[in-house]
């Protein structure tokens, strides 16, 4: 349980990362 | 569109060309029992096979089409026979029985098959493809031999790639030629869906193949002249093969591994040490039977393959893998090339190796253009773990990645040269995908939520890229008014074209050079020829050696007008030129002029 309640974190923080990084692609675009 | 469509059927008769080769080359192995793998096998053999032919024909002055073309159909007929062969008794795939999500994975791919044909046959504009990926075969096609380009130490790198898009050139044109390394990429992901699918399930194939190939980063590596796909395909067949010798103990396997990994090492110098990593990966998954025979099974093959590169470096220049590590450059030249390395990234130190994944993920700019690669290699791939079965060959695996990408972090972090892991990471990253989707419901939101969202981004951002392509491809914009958008002071190249020729000789500090039409030498990427510094008696002794007529330089390089003004020369004509920052974005550097000057008393 433990390494899966692990693996939904790491999943969110890379995710949102890559959001931030995309957001800054589309502002430098625009 | 209909050239297009024409280089795309030639592109598949190249195809049937290397895989007849790759037939007869490798028929003293057997066949794999693994079709889908033995035609792989073949066809990465017949590319290896046509670059080494290659290669010897252009150091013997042989490279004409009427050399060319009859080993290439003979090949292709043999490439026919071979495909009958391999089909016959294949089922089809029973796409109905097929989940939806797998469908629109399926679709997904073919999109981007289609996205990056259409940006492969837009006449080449990638600045290194303009610098000496096609601009070196090109020189080389018009001499109808190979010789030492000694201006441009990148020209020293193993050429396989740059052999197979000069075979391009000789087929019909430019464009043709760039398809080699597009062929390169779809081999590579055929040979990551057929991995996987061995390793796992369809699923988990059709995955990996999204997750490698459904990415903005790999189309602009597989439409720009790239050595990338090519050293992802080798590398890519050296991992399946091994695979195949951990589990079935096949000699043969072990073989190919080794043929697989000195291709990668013929491809570029990276390409060695992706063939160098997988070998240390192999000798740990089979320690239990290495066996000194079984070494030199894969080892000499390896070395057999990549050794025609290094042997020409060694004969040339002393040094085998010029100009590193026993160097060979000026103090300038190799100076400017360090700086050059350590210009990309954040830096080298314990802490920013630290950070690396994570800016990778959220600051990957610096690492140019690491905001195009997926994401979904370092979400997922760590997630391999959660599946029990993956787990210890993963460990093993995973060290090799590592190994791999601390080398790459202190060497020169572009994110281009991370292409040779992608095949397996995309494999990784799929099971872990997959392991975290059949842990429980939450994963099986998140994995699918991520996934479908990044792919999503990625269509955008490629769709984007190719964008660009698309009028001139469909003919509503002419290749002239293309190439004024896309190439770097290209004013400048038209008015030299127009006013030098064939008699003349050209010195130049631009790095636009596939477009030029006379004989034309520069000043050396790094400065390796003539250093900036360099006083009027080497310059004049530089100028006199090569027989220069006409110098061309921006006036911005001031050390070059300077050396100029060394010369008896006389200004004949200033171009505003602007150079080309971003292709998809049509950004331009600020307003630059091109002068060009007339050495007196040259003939």
Known sequence: VR???????????????????????????? | LGECILHTLLAGVTALAWLG?????????????????????????????????????GWSGLLYPAAYLPVFGSSAAVGLVATGSLLRGASPPHFRSWPPWQLVLLALLGFYVLLDILSTCAPITSPDALLYHAADPARFEKDHRISEVTWNSSSYEPFTVEMLVLDGFLLWDWVQGAFAPLLLALASLCAVVGAASRIADRATALLAGAIFFAQPFMSWEASSVFVE???????????????????????????????FSGAAAGMKYLGLIAALTLGVAAAILSRQRLRP????????????????????NAVLTGNPIYPYVFGGLNESAAA?????????????SPLDLLLLPFRLLGDAEAFDAGEFISPLFLIFAPLVFLAPRARRPAAVIWAGVILYMVGWFFATQQARFLVPLMPVLAVLAAVGALALARRGEVGRWVAAGVVTAVLATGVAVSS???????????GAESRRNFLHEKVSYYDGVEWLNRHLGDDDMLLTDNWTL????????????????????????????????????HVAVLKGH??????????????????????????????????????????????
């Open chain 2, 21 to 57: 080769l790759g037939s007869v080359l490798l028929a003293p192995l057997g066949h794999s029992p693994d079709r889908m793998l033995d035609a792989l096998n073949r066809i990465g053999a017949g590319a290896v096979g046509f670059a080494l032919l290659t290669f010897a024909a």
């Open chain 2, 464 to 474: 984007v890229y190719a964008a660009q392509f698309v009028p001139v491809v469909a």
């Open chain 1, 3 to 30: 390494s899966y309640a692990l693996a939904v974190l790491w999943v969110a923080i890379a995710t949102a990362l890559y959001g931030w990084q995309m957001l800054h692609l589309v502002r430098d675009i625009g």
């Open chain 2, 336 to 348: 400017e090339l360090q700086d050059t390395r350590d210009m990309f990234g954040h830096g080298h």
């Open chain 2, 229 to 259: 796909p090519g050293i992802a395909f080798a590398v890519s067949l050296a991992a399946w093969n091994l695979f195949r010798f951990v589990r079935h103990d096949e000699l043969s396997a072990l073989i190919l591994a080794g043929v």
């Open chain 2, 514 to 549: 596939l477009y030029l039409d006379m004989p034309y030498i520069t000043f050396g990427t790094m400065g390796d020829l003539l250093p900036p510094e360099a006083g009027p008696e080497q310059t004049r002794s530089f100028v006199r050696k090569h027989g220069v007529t």
């Open chain 2, 293 to 312: 025979a079984r070494v030199l099974a894969f080892s000499l093959p390896a070395v057999a393959v990549a050794l025609p590169w290094y042997v020409k």
């Open chain 2, 558 to 603: 001031e050390n070059r007008r300077r050396q100029v003004g060394y010369l008896p020369s006389r200004l004949l004509a200033r171009i505003p030129v602007r150079a080309v920052t971003s292709r998809t974005l049509a950004e331009l550097g600020p307003p630059d002029e091109m002068l060009i000057y007339a050495i007196e008393g040259s003939t």
